[in-house]
């Protein structure tokens, strides 16, 4: 960085802006006198000081000399060559020896002509004879003080001249722009420091040379009407795009469509420059002036957010926007030419599993496997898209028949059928496709893709991996779901969610030790429904978070009535979804509703899942720690049926291991060592963690469970989940009445619903 005080520009400013100090007014001349005559150097002195001069003596040469030793020296001087001390001519020696600017006019009674020519060759600039005539000598001196006047000014319009050269020099250098001149044959004949960086050159290799040097090839047509402008004013070139060749590589690595690197993109701004007031007339065109704006990395950013507005980035397939424009453009085309088109809608089968069990960076590799796969399959006027997640939308334009979509759809699915290689992992992924053709599907962009996706949802009911042409009828089936959720929006406004309540049973103890909240909606209409009807809806919409928040709420404040009324060691088991946990404001809002319900953290129970677990664990352990050390417990659901590795249960704090129901359900004959209900119990055992099982219906189940040492139940056999009511009075009773009372509460509810 240059400081504008190094480039010398604050004496520059300065001198613009007015006089410089340096100038003195020319009234101020002085001027020496000397002379040995006492009398000639006072008449001088008064006549010169009646004329304004500022007047100074000296009697003799070595007093003159010692007088210029000091500054500021007098403008002139008046000077007698024969003195006593010192002869006048070795005066004028010594002040030119010393380079002083006092002007030197000789006074002398000594005309000789060799004294009058050694005087002026020595330096002096005029010669007067003694005695003199006063006259005569104030024009001498008024001349003298003119040319010297003359001179000064001279040398102050000098120095601006280079002052201001500099500073013109310096603000083109440092402009932000790059900035040119070339010659009438189109040669540079000037660029500034910032065209010399940018365009990798030094200033002197590229003077001189042809400006095509610098132009990409194929903007070279172009280029010829702008960097060599001839026109001037209003028809000249302004902020023309083109495209540079730098010899440097490029900045922030590889550019995409058509930058290669080094290339710039600039703005030109140029004009003629003409002989002045014979613009227009043939040889007086001078060359051109022009400005170049680099604007590359503007242009990169514009083409990112270009890009990324049309496409996905992970598998820089085109998005839904783009696949949506171009499925318009095709309907366009396709009715006009009364032909037909297909759209289809690809969602990966198991995707899911994978992506829960191993994670989102093995997720995302995989789609992008399958993304380079699916581009094998189109031809070229085709589209695929990705819609986001695991959904994939082809359009096919210009289809013969159905059977040409029935081929791509086997196609794909052949394709997809080998196994991933990702990482270590061997993967297999199926897919389903539903299929739309127009016109018979639907004749808007909205109607093809819906009515491909209600095709894809029927082929997944089916069973999956296989395609399925779009039926008129599939409609009814689909618009319960969004009906269902509409509803349950609604639900949530009207206070329709409840928990129920299922007890869990110590064995040794003969009593509840907790309950698990299970959600419940009662519908206006449809009576009572059960979470796994709008449960899994809930999540793929997110408004689980509401309906957790919801039942959870309502839970707590039960548990903490019923801890006060004297059941003070009452947990109360709560399911946590994954997309509850992945709030940011989880831990936060878990303790405050803990607090607003009076509930102790000990009070309280997580079941989480595994696949929950698994979905962000970088992002839910530490959560989870957090909790855990406020008191919560935290248990797996559903033990046994996600992920076999066990190595994440060291790395968080679970207390407790709940067994699933299908492995209880399995339990099929007394003292079977060999079944996996014994594993876990065993394995928890080892981890010293507490094990509860659920989904117990009978009596075989029970009494091996109690062998296997698994104490703690929970399942039909006791209670089915009951209302805050009945749950209420279950706690007051023993085991056998408690049966009773839930058991009859359970046929009333079910005659209700
Ligand atoms: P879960 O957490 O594994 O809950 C246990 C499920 O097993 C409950 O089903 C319960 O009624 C049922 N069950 C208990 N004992 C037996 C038995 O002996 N035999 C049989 N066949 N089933 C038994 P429910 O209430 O239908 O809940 C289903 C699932 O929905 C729950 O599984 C849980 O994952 C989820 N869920 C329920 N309520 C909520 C909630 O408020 N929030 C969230 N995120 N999920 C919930
Ligand atoms: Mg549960
Ligand atoms: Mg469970």
Known sequence: MISARDAGLVSLAESLSGPAADEPPAASMSVLIVDDQHGLRESLRSLLSSRGYGVEVAAGGCAALARLEQAPTPDMMLLDLVMPDMSGLDVISAICERNLETRIVVLSGETSFDYVKQALTRGAVDFLRKPFEPEELCSTLARVRQALELERRARLAEKRLAQSERLHRFMIDHAPDMVYLLDPEGCFSFINDRAAALLGWSRDALLGRHYSVVVQEQDFEL?????????????????????????????????????????????????????????????????????????????????????????????????????????????????????????????????????????????????????????????????????????????????????????????????????????????????????????????????????????????????????????????????????????????????????????????????????????????????????????????????????????????????????????????????????????????????????????????????????????????????????????????????????????????????????DRTFVNDIRVDGDDASIVNAIIHMARGLGLDIIAEGVENELQLRYLRQQGCHQIQGFIFSRPVDRETLRRCLTLGVDEMRRVAHEFSLRDSARA
Request: hydrophobic share 40%; aromatic share 6%.
């Open 223 to 659: 280029a010829r009407f702008v960097m060599n402008e001839r026109r001037t004013g209003d028809r000249a070139s302004r902020d023309v795009e083109l495209r540079l060749r730098s010899r440097l590589p490029a900045k922030g690595g590889p550019a995409r469509d058509g930058h290669a690197q080094g290339d710039l993109v600039v703005e030109v701004t140029a004009t003629g420059i003409y002989s002045p007031g014979l613009c227009d007339q043939e040889g007086a065109f001078l060359g051109t002036y022009g400005i170049i704006r680099d604007v590359t990395e503007r242009k990169r950013a514009q083409e990112m957010v270009r890009y990324q507005a049309y496409h996905d980035l992970l598998t820089h397939l085109p998005n839904r926007a783009l696949f949506r424009d171009r499925l318009e453009l095709a309907v366009t085309q396709a009715r006009r030419n009364c032909s037909r088109l297909a759209v289809m809608f690809l969602d990966l089968d198991r995707f899911k599993v994978v992506n829960d069990t191993l994670g989102h960076t093995v997720g995302d590799r995989l789609l992008k496997q399958v993304a380079d796969r699916l581009r094998n399959c189109v031809r070229a006027g085709d589209t695929l898209a990705r819609f986001g997640g695991d959904e994939f939308c082809l359009l096919l334009p210009d289809l013969r028949g159905h059977e040409d979509a029935a081929g791509v759809a086997q196609k794909v699915l052949e394709r997809l059928s080998g196994p991933f290689q990702v990482d270590d992992h061997e993967l297999f992924v199926g897919a389903s496709i539903g299929i739309s053709v127009f016109p018979d599907a639907g004749e808007s962009v909205e109607a093809l893709i819906q009515s491909s996706d209600i095709a894809m949802y029927a082929i997944k009911e089916r069973g999956k991996n296989g395609y399925q042409f779009f039926a008129p009828e599939m409609n009814a089936q689909f618009s319960t779901l969004l009906v269902l959720e509409r509803e349950l929006r609604n639900a949530l406004i009207n206070d329709e969610l409840e928990p129920y309540f299922q007890p869990q049973i110590d064995l040794e103890a003969g009593s509840i030790i907790g309950v698990e909240a299970l959600a419940r909606w009662r519908h206006p209409e449809r009576g009572l429904v059960e979470p796994l009807d709008f449960i899994p809806m809930a999540e793929e919409t997110g408004l689980i978070v509401q309906v957790d928040r919801c039942i959870q709420h309502k839970a707590c404040s039960a548990v903490a009535a019923w801890r006060r009324e004297g059941h003070a060691g009452l947990t109360l088991s709560l399911n946590i979804s994954a997309t509850q946990m992945e709030q940011p404001d989880f831990v936060d809002g878990l303790l405050a509703l803990l607090e607003e319900t009076g509930l102790a953290p000990e009070g309280v129970r997580l079941e989480i899942t595994e696949s929950a677990i698994m979905r962000e664990m970088e992002l839910i352990v530490p959560k989870l720690r957090r909790l855990a050390a406020r008191g919560v417990r935290i248990g797996i659901d559903d033990f046994g049926t996600g992920y076999s590795s066990l190595s994440y249960l060291q790395r968080f704090p679970v207390d407790t291991l709940k067994i």
